[in-house]
Protein backbone atom coordinates (compact mmCIF):
# COMPACT_ATOMS: atom_id res chain seq x y z
CA UNK A 1 0.00 0.00 0.00
CA UNK A 2 1.17 3.75 -1.37
CA UNK A 3 1.76 6.07 1.90
CA UNK A 4 2.02 9.67 1.40
CA UNK A 5 4.03 11.91 3.34
CA UNK A 6 3.31 15.80 3.90
CA UNK A 7 5.74 18.07 5.08
CA UNK A 8 6.02 19.84 6.98
CA UNK A 9 3.25 19.55 9.47
CA UNK A 10 3.01 23.62 9.93
CA UNK A 11 4.87 25.94 8.24
CA UNK A 12 4.60 30.14 8.78
CA UNK A 13 5.50 32.38 6.34
CA UNK A 14 5.01 35.95 5.81
CA UNK A 15 2.49 37.54 3.29
CA UNK A 16 3.96 38.25 -0.32
CA UNK A 17 6.65 35.45 0.79
CA UNK A 18 7.36 32.21 -1.28
CA UNK A 19 5.77 28.61 0.11
CA UNK A 20 7.08 25.38 -0.81
CA UNK A 21 5.35 22.39 0.79
CA UNK A 22 6.22 18.50 -0.10
CA UNK A 23 4.51 15.39 -0.50
CA UNK A 24 6.44 12.05 -1.02
CA UNK A 25 5.16 8.65 -1.77
CA UNK A 26 6.04 5.30 -0.62
CA UNK A 27 6.22 3.90 -3.89
CA UNK A 28 6.15 5.74 -7.51
CA UNK A 29 2.32 7.52 -8.47
CA UNK A 30 4.10 8.64 -11.19
CA UNK A 31 1.95 12.12 -12.01
CA UNK A 32 -1.27 11.23 -10.84
CA UNK A 33 -1.07 12.93 -7.69
CA UNK A 34 -2.98 16.09 -6.79
CA UNK A 35 -3.13 19.15 -4.22
CA UNK A 36 -6.19 20.75 -2.26
CA UNK A 37 -6.78 23.53 -0.22
CA UNK A 38 -8.77 23.78 2.62
CA UNK A 39 -10.40 26.60 4.65
CA UNK A 40 -12.20 25.76 7.93
CA UNK A 41 -16.05 24.72 7.20
CA UNK A 42 -15.44 24.39 3.44
CA UNK A 43 -14.73 21.24 1.07
CA UNK A 44 -11.32 20.65 -0.06
CA UNK A 45 -10.84 23.04 -3.38
CA UNK A 46 -8.76 21.38 -5.96
CA UNK A 47 -5.37 23.08 -6.78
CA UNK A 48 -3.35 21.54 -9.14
CA UNK A 49 -3.90 17.84 -10.51
CA UNK A 50 -1.16 15.46 -12.82
CA UNK A 51 0.94 16.99 -10.56
CA UNK A 52 1.83 19.88 -11.95
CA UNK A 53 -1.38 21.10 -13.97
CA UNK A 54 -3.16 23.91 -12.14
CA UNK A 55 -7.28 23.45 -11.94
CA UNK A 56 -9.62 25.71 -13.32
CA UNK A 57 -9.01 29.16 -12.07
CA UNK A 58 -6.58 28.69 -10.02
CA UNK A 59 -4.01 31.86 -9.72
CA UNK A 60 -0.70 31.29 -11.41
CA UNK A 61 0.93 31.85 -7.90
CA UNK A 62 0.55 28.24 -7.40
CA UNK A 63 2.57 25.68 -9.11
CA UNK A 64 2.97 22.25 -8.97
CA UNK A 65 6.13 19.98 -9.49
CA UNK A 66 7.49 16.73 -9.63
CA UNK A 67 6.93 12.70 -10.57
CA UNK A 68 7.63 9.46 -9.16
CA UNK A 69 7.62 10.28 -5.18
CA UNK A 70 8.31 13.65 -4.62
CA UNK A 71 6.14 16.00 -4.98
CA UNK A 72 6.30 20.22 -4.39
CA UNK A 73 3.74 22.51 -3.99
CA UNK A 74 4.62 26.58 -4.26
CA UNK A 75 3.15 29.31 -3.88
CA UNK A 76 4.92 32.20 -4.97
CA UNK A 77 3.83 35.22 -3.03
CA UNK A 78 1.23 34.40 -0.42
CA UNK A 79 -2.01 36.00 -0.41
CA UNK A 80 -3.65 36.17 3.10
CA UNK A 81 -6.62 34.46 1.55
CA UNK A 82 -4.22 31.44 0.88
CA UNK A 83 -3.44 30.57 4.64
CA UNK A 84 -5.08 27.39 5.39
CA UNK A 85 -4.51 23.89 5.38
CA UNK A 86 -3.50 21.88 2.06
CA UNK A 87 -3.76 18.21 1.16
CA UNK A 88 -1.83 15.91 -1.33
CA UNK A 89 -3.42 13.09 -3.06
CA UNK A 90 -2.17 10.39 -5.09
CA UNK A 91 -4.84 8.31 -7.68
CA UNK A 92 -2.59 6.11 -9.31
CA UNK A 93 -3.51 2.80 -7.43
CA UNK A 94 -7.53 2.23 -7.66
CA UNK A 95 -9.05 1.73 -4.90
CA UNK A 96 -7.82 4.89 -3.33
CA UNK A 97 -7.06 3.32 0.35
CA UNK A 98 -3.95 5.83 2.25
CA UNK A 99 -4.92 8.63 -0.70
CA UNK A 100 -4.24 11.70 1.05
CA UNK A 101 -1.40 12.90 2.97
CA UNK A 102 -1.95 13.97 6.53
CA UNK A 103 -1.82 17.83 5.33
CA UNK A 104 0.35 21.03 5.97
CA UNK A 105 -1.25 23.79 7.82
CA UNK A 106 0.02 27.07 5.84
CA UNK A 107 -0.22 29.97 8.67
CA UNK A 108 0.63 33.88 8.62
CA UNK A 109 3.81 34.28 10.25
CA UNK B 1 -20.38 21.72 -15.56
CA UNK B 2 -19.50 19.07 -13.38
CA UNK B 3 -21.68 19.20 -10.07
CA UNK B 4 -21.55 16.63 -7.30
CA UNK B 5 -24.46 16.84 -4.69
CA UNK B 6 -24.37 15.00 -1.35
CA UNK B 7 -27.81 14.59 0.83
CA UNK B 8 -28.90 12.27 3.75
CA UNK B 9 -26.29 13.70 6.54
CA UNK B 10 -28.06 14.09 9.53
CA UNK B 11 -28.39 13.30 13.66
CA UNK B 12 -28.41 9.53 14.23
CA UNK B 13 -27.91 7.33 17.52
CA UNK B 14 -25.14 4.70 18.02
CA UNK B 15 -26.27 1.52 16.35
CA UNK B 16 -28.55 4.00 13.84
CA UNK B 17 -28.69 3.74 9.61
CA UNK B 18 -28.63 6.53 7.39
CA UNK B 19 -28.26 6.80 3.76
CA UNK B 20 -26.33 9.28 1.81
CA UNK B 21 -27.12 9.88 -1.72
CA UNK B 22 -24.69 11.80 -4.15
CA UNK B 23 -26.38 13.38 -7.76
CA UNK B 24 -24.49 13.90 -10.14
CA UNK B 25 -24.83 16.22 -13.59
CA UNK B 26 -22.43 17.76 -16.10
CA UNK B 27 -20.35 14.83 -16.97
CA UNK B 28 -21.26 11.29 -18.15
CA UNK B 29 -21.62 9.25 -15.00
CA UNK B 30 -21.66 5.92 -16.22
CA UNK B 31 -17.75 6.36 -17.05
CA UNK B 32 -16.21 7.16 -13.82
CA UNK B 33 -15.25 5.38 -10.77
CA UNK B 34 -16.82 7.26 -7.73
CA UNK B 35 -15.84 7.33 -4.09
CA UNK B 36 -16.97 8.93 -0.35
CA UNK B 37 -14.20 10.47 1.41
CA UNK B 38 -14.36 11.69 5.05
CA UNK B 39 -13.26 14.25 7.62
CA UNK B 40 -14.03 13.96 11.17
CA UNK B 41 -13.76 16.86 13.25
CA UNK B 42 -10.70 18.73 13.12
CA UNK B 43 -9.00 15.83 11.77
CA UNK B 44 -7.89 14.92 7.88
CA UNK B 45 -9.40 13.70 4.97
CA UNK B 46 -10.34 9.68 4.84
CA UNK B 47 -11.32 7.92 1.82
CA UNK B 48 -14.38 5.50 2.68
CA UNK B 49 -15.25 3.39 -0.23
CA UNK B 50 -15.01 3.17 -4.21
CA UNK B 51 -17.37 1.82 -6.97
CA UNK B 52 -16.10 0.78 -10.43
CA UNK B 53 -18.00 2.67 -13.52
CA UNK B 54 -20.06 -0.65 -13.96
CA UNK B 55 -20.04 -1.47 -10.20
CA UNK B 56 -18.02 -4.11 -10.80
CA UNK B 57 -15.24 -3.30 -8.15
CA UNK B 58 -15.84 -2.62 -4.67
CA UNK B 59 -13.73 -1.28 -2.29
CA UNK B 60 -14.30 -0.21 1.55
CA UNK B 61 -11.71 0.94 4.27
CA UNK B 62 -11.01 -1.61 6.77
CA UNK B 63 -12.95 1.16 9.43
CA UNK B 64 -16.71 0.52 7.58
CA UNK B 65 -15.87 -3.03 5.87
CA UNK B 66 -19.17 -5.05 6.91
CA UNK B 67 -21.10 -1.56 8.10
CA UNK B 68 -21.36 0.28 4.57
CA UNK B 69 -22.46 -0.37 1.64
CA UNK B 70 -21.55 1.75 -1.65
CA UNK B 71 -23.98 1.44 -4.36
CA UNK B 72 -24.88 3.64 -7.64
CA UNK B 73 -27.88 3.78 -10.61
CA UNK B 74 -26.09 5.05 -13.79
CA UNK B 75 -29.45 5.65 -14.88
CA UNK B 76 -29.95 8.02 -12.28
CA UNK B 77 -26.52 9.54 -12.16
CA UNK B 78 -26.95 8.90 -8.35
CA UNK B 79 -24.02 7.19 -6.04
CA UNK B 80 -25.16 5.95 -2.70
CA UNK B 81 -23.88 5.02 1.01
CA UNK B 82 -25.47 2.78 2.74
CA UNK B 83 -24.50 2.94 6.71
CA UNK B 84 -25.44 1.09 9.33
CA UNK B 85 -24.01 0.29 12.96
CA UNK B 86 -23.15 3.55 12.90
CA UNK B 87 -20.77 4.78 15.73
CA UNK B 88 -19.66 8.25 17.20
CA UNK B 89 -16.09 7.91 15.36
CA UNK B 90 -18.03 7.70 11.82
CA UNK B 91 -19.10 11.56 13.16
CA UNK B 92 -17.83 13.38 9.85
CA UNK B 93 -18.30 15.42 7.02
CA UNK B 94 -18.85 12.65 4.09
CA UNK B 95 -17.57 13.92 0.54
CA UNK B 96 -19.09 12.19 -2.86
CA UNK B 97 -15.55 12.12 -5.31
CA UNK B 98 -15.53 11.93 -8.72
CA UNK B 99 -12.22 9.59 -10.15
CA UNK B 100 -10.05 11.93 -12.59
CA UNK B 101 -10.36 10.64 -16.10
CA UNK B 102 -7.27 10.90 -18.43
CA UNK B 103 -7.44 14.31 -19.16
CA UNK B 104 -9.87 15.85 -16.79
CA UNK B 105 -9.30 16.21 -12.96
CA UNK B 106 -11.00 14.99 -10.01
CA UNK B 107 -13.99 16.77 -8.36
CA UNK B 108 -15.65 16.65 -4.92
CA UNK B 109 -19.27 17.62 -3.69
CA UNK B 110 -19.58 19.96 -0.83
CA UNK B 111 -20.43 17.39 1.81
CA UNK B 112 -22.87 16.41 4.19
CA UNK B 113 -22.28 16.21 7.73
CA UNK B 114 -23.45 13.02 9.70
CA UNK B 115 -23.22 13.04 13.43
CA UNK B 116 -23.89 10.05 15.36
CA UNK B 117 -24.38 10.54 19.30
CA UNK B 118 -26.94 9.72 21.56
Known amino acids: EIVMTQSPATLSVSPGERATLSCRAS??????LAWYQQKPGQAPRLLIY???TRATGIPARFSGSGSGTEFTLTISSLQSEDFAVYYCQQYNNWPPENTFGQGTKLEIK | EVQLVESGGGLVKPGGSLRLSCAAS????????MNWVRQAPGKGLEWVSS????????YYADSVKGRFTISRDNAKNSLYLQMNSLRAEDTAVYYC???????????WGQGTLVTVSS
Open chain 1, 50 to 52: GAS
Open chain 1, 27 to 32: QSVSSN
Open chain 2, 97 to 107: ARDPGDYDPPY
Open chain 2, 26 to 33: GFTFSSYS
Open chain 2, 51 to 58: ISSSSSYI
